[in-house]
């Protein structure tokens, strides 16, 4: 399973619309693409951060789409008033407890490692934060991405509500530490931000 990714800085005055521009629009064509199998999006209402993400089958059936999905990103980009920032992964890991609903939260983490230690990372993820993580309140689901060629890699935690969100911070903060520190990794970012739209049908990945 692939996916591709896009991350647009929009106006914050611009956001509602783009989310219903991609909610009402984009999010039924892309669906209706051979080998597509959902779409997410996350918003930052702070800082005007959006990643929209669409989930394919397979690298064929991303690549083909390419040409036909530049052209819903460039009009997304308009709306937001950002430009767009695209991103390929390999979805290594999909676990979900039950189906997030209005009001959920995700907490996204971007680790660098070296190339070669990937399929480490990935272990480490399987064997210690998947199993911390679903201990969490209001756990929905967790996800890991790679890039396996640049050895980068972001973690999505969703939780059911802001407040589950921030009362696991600083367990989330600890358990990060030391998976990174296991794993040989570098931690380049940590992000929450609002589930504005979610529409996956991957399957269990664990």
Known sequence: MYARSTTIRAHPESLDSGIALVRDEILPEVLGMEG???MSMLVDRLTGRCIATTAWQS???MDATADRVRPLRERAADVF???PQVDEWEIAVMHRDHT???GACVRATWVRMAPDQ??????VYKMGVLPATQEFEGFCSSSLMVDRREGYAVSSVVLDSREALERSRARAEEMRERATREAGAEI?????FELALAHLRVPEMA
Do not use: T
Request: with cysteine; glycine share 22%.
């Open 100 to 102: 997030s609903a209005p």
């Open 59 to 61: 690298k064929e059936a």
């Open 36 to 38: 597509c199998v959902g």
């Open 188 to 192: 380049m970012e940590v992000g929450e």
């Open 81 to 83: 008033g950002g430009r």
């Open 118 to 123: 990937v399929d480490r990372g990935i272990d």
